[in-house]
C-alpha cells in the first residue's frame, strides 16, 4: 500500500489502498469467449490435463518453487515477515517438526 495520503491521528501517513487490474479478470474482452473451468464447458479435457499434469509431478519434472530458507517454529514470525515483505521467491516453508 502507498502511504501518501493524509495522516492519521498519531501523525503516520493513512494507507492507501491501489486497485491493481482487478476488474480486468472480470471483464472479458469484446469477442473473448467465457473461460471453460468456471463454465464446465469440456470438463473432461480438464481431467486429462490434470493427469498430465499428476504425471510430470510424479516423473520429477515440475514442482514447486520453493524460498530457500526453512523455518521451525520459533521462527513463525520470521516466515511470515518474509512473505509479508515479498522478499520470498517461491513458497515459504515452516517445517513443523523443527523447533
Do not use: C, F, N
Not at 498519531?10 to 474482452?29: C, E, H, I, L, T
Amino acid at each position: 500500500m502507498a502511504h501518501d495520503g493524509p495522516s492519521g491521528d498519531d501523525g503516520r501517513p493513512r494507507p492507501r489502498r491501489v486497485r491493481r487490474g482487478a476488474g480486468a479478470a472480470r471483464r472479458p474482452a469484446p469477442g473473448a469467449h467465457p473461460a471453460p473451468l468456471p463454465t464446465g464447458r469440456r470438463r473432461p479435457h480438464h481431467g486429462e490435463i490434470l493427469a498430465a499434469a499428476a504425471d510430470l509431478v510424479d516423473a520429477g519434472q515440475i514442482g514447486p518453487h520453493l524460498d530457500e530458507t526453512v523455518y521451525g517454529w520459533a521462527d513463525v514470525e520470521h516466515a511470515h515477515r518474509r512473505v509479508g515483505s515479498g522478499s520470498a521467491r517461491g513458497k515459504v516453508v515452516i517445517d513443523l517438526t523443527r523447533p
